[in-house]
């Protein structure tokens, strides 16, 4: 809590009320801050940047309070509906969605990349079996950085776009790959006659032995999944990636830090926390303990999958989890899922609950999806490593964006210093 606070002098307000206000297309304007230090010789102080902005973008735009996420302008119940995830791709990397002629040529140049140099399947082996998706996603696709860093200049839009067909096509190898690895079984290689979801479905469950037969809902759904996740504005692993790429660094050693910071349960490790908190859960009855533990200050559990820094709504993509779970389960006669029934359970008990009324803490994105990726039989544990796969080509559509804004500087935030003034070391013997 501030222990004082101050009152601005005339001088300082004038000088402060000169700050220039920015309007956006959408959404709260910002105060320009850039010369407060300079002006006034004061920082801000903003350590969750619960109110900072800090870009600008044409990405993505989140209206938290009516539960609004457009990607490019396109609501995003249209865009899952209507698109498949490569159109959402191309959508968020070129800002329009594509016409046929266009969809064709980028299918074709994906199709291009997907395979991944031999050399880089041999790190995997570095790994225990047992080792987390995530630990070995963040080291496979950090180790991309050595095998394009001398063909990628960041300052060339033409190779900026490469290094995201590159990621974009080889990320479902490299994901299913870090399954396979973890199960003994041989990798799978992509097929080129196949779509993006339904060769990443048969990278992860098929094997040499058998044809995969792949279920047209499941692979629909799977892909809808994809597109949920793809951006979301300036998220804690974007801001990484963006941060990680304002000094210059190699584009795929920035989507490992992002990689690393999704893995964290208060943001994309929270599917997989979900489930492993649905399973704890048990039973509906045990429901309002857990809530109660939620509730209790005292206790650091908190109801995984739901709240949201920026949306005090429901989140739009977890209406859209909820109702590909529907179809999901139907699909599979698993309608009756337990695990279905108590997110369903908990979700009406805690919507109920004051205390999360009040906070405005309702499900988001991760409350469903683990229960439909584990319907389509992916293993809990991969469920943020298909996280971080759908979530590549907004992290690579930021970066770009950034990258070739005229106003790039790196980022370098100031601090609040609390620690100990200035003082002289002593010797040794009198310490
Ligand atoms: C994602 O940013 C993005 O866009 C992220 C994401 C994306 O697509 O990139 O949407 C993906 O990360 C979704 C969020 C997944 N995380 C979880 O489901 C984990 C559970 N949620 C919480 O950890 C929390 O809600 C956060 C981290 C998501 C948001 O935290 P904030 O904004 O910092 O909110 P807060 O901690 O200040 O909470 C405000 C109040 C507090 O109570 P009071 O101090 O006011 O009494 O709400 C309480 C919190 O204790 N609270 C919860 C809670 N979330 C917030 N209490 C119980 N259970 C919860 N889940």
Not at 2 to 13: I, Q
Not at 89 to 118: D, R, W
Request: aromatic share 10%; proline share 5%.
């Amino acid at each position: 809590m501030a222990e004082n606070y101050v009152s601005l002098t005339e001088d300082d307000k004038e000088k402060a009320s000169k700050l220039p206000i920015m309007d956006g297309t959408m959404g709260p304007s910002v105060v320009d801050i850039r010369s407060l230090y300079a002006q006034t010789g004061y920082f801000t102080y903003d350590p969750g940047f619960t109110s900072t902005a800090s870009c600008s973008s044409k990405i993505t735009y989140i209206d938290g309070d009516n539960g609004i996420l457009l990607y490019r302008g396109y609501p995003i119940e249209q865009l899952a509906e209507k698109c498949d995830f490569l159109e959402v791709c191309y959508l968020l990397l070129n800002g329009e969605l594509p016409n046929g002629a266009q969809m064709k040529e980028f299918v074709t140049i994906i199709s291009q990349h997907v395979m991944v140099h031999e050399q880089l399947t041999k790190f995997y082996s570095g790994f225990r079996r047992d080792a987390h998706p995530m630990a070995v996603l963040v080291g496979v696709v950090g180790a991309l950085s050595a095998f394009y860093h001398d063909v990628t200049d960041v300052t060339r839009p033409e190779d900026r776009y490469i290094a995201a067909i590159r990621l974009i096509a080889k990320m479902p190898n490299i994901v299913a790959m870090c399954h396979k690895y973890s199960t003994g079984m041989p990798f799978i290689y992509p097929k080129r006659k196949l779509g993006y979801a339904e060769n990443f479905m048969r990278m992860m469950m098929g094997d040499p032995y058998d044809d995969y037969i792949a279920n047209p809902v499941l692979i629909r759904a799977l892909d809808r999944i994809l597109i949920l996740h793809a951006d979301h504005e300036q998220n804690a692993s974007t801001s990484t990636v963006r941060l990680a790429g304002s000094s210059g660094a190699n584009p795929y050693a920035c989507v490992a830090a992002g990689i690393a910071c999704l893995w964290g349960a208060a943001h994309g490790g929270a599917n997989e926390a979900v489930l492993n908190m649905l399973e704890e859960i048990g039973d509906v009855t045990k429901i309002p303990e857990y809530v109660a533990k939620a509730k209790d200050k005292s206790d650091p559990f908190r109801l995984m999958g739901f709240g949201h820094r920026v949306y005090k709504n429901y989140d739009p993509r977890a209406k859209l989890m909820r109702q590909t779970c529907h179809e999901v389960l139907d699909e599979l006669n698993l309608n009756n899922d337990p695990m279905f029934k108590l997110a369903m359970e908990l979700e009406r008990i805690a919507l109920e609950d004051e205390y999360f009324v009040e906070r405005k803490l309702y499900p988001n994105v991760d409350f469903y999806s683990g229960i439909v990726l584990r319907a389509l039989g992916i293993p809990t544990e991969m469920f943020t490593a298909i996280f971080a796969l759908s979530r590549s080509v907004g992290w690579i559509a930021q970066w770009d964006e950034m990258i070739s804004d005229p106003e790039l500087k790196i980022g370098r935030p100031r601090q609040l210093y609390r620690g100990v003034a200035k003082r002289d070391v002593q010797p040794i013997s009198s310490r």
